[in-house]
């Protein structure tokens, strides 16, 4: 049940680090693979790091923001194009989490950041760009 308590902050500041852990997790199973001998257990402990944060984002996007702070608008609303707006970048960093989860490509992790910053600025702001 809801618990009526939010803390929005708190919920951007931990998606912000689970973003800085992806980076590490990828940085460091790069770095492992490219060694002479690899350390498999190693890069499976930061492959599954990786992907931990990247479901721990996608969680608080979908359980707490999409389903509890994002309230419906009306489509004839004014407020209904920021809405959108809102929504669409939360979709976008879920697609972002999965490219991570895929891969230890960097783009993603530059993708979720420009994402979170995008759309900290519009939630906080109540904008209706």
Known sequence: IPCGIYDDPA???AIAE???TIEK??????ELSAAEKPDYNQIVRWVDNKELHADDTM?????YF?????KPVVADSP???????????LHNVLVECMKAK???DLAHVEALRSLLAEFKAAYFAGDTK
Do not use: C, D, F
């Open 18 to 20: 689970n973003i800085t």
């Open 11 to 13: 919920r951007i500041a």
């Open 59 to 63: 969680e608080i996007v979908t359980a």
């Open 102 to 104: 895929q891969t230890t």
């Open 79 to 89: 407020a209904y194009t920021g809405y959108v707006r809102k929504l669409t970048l």
């Open 66 to 70: 999409m389903a509890q702070r994002l």
């Open 25 to 30: 997790s990828m940085n460091q199973i790069n």
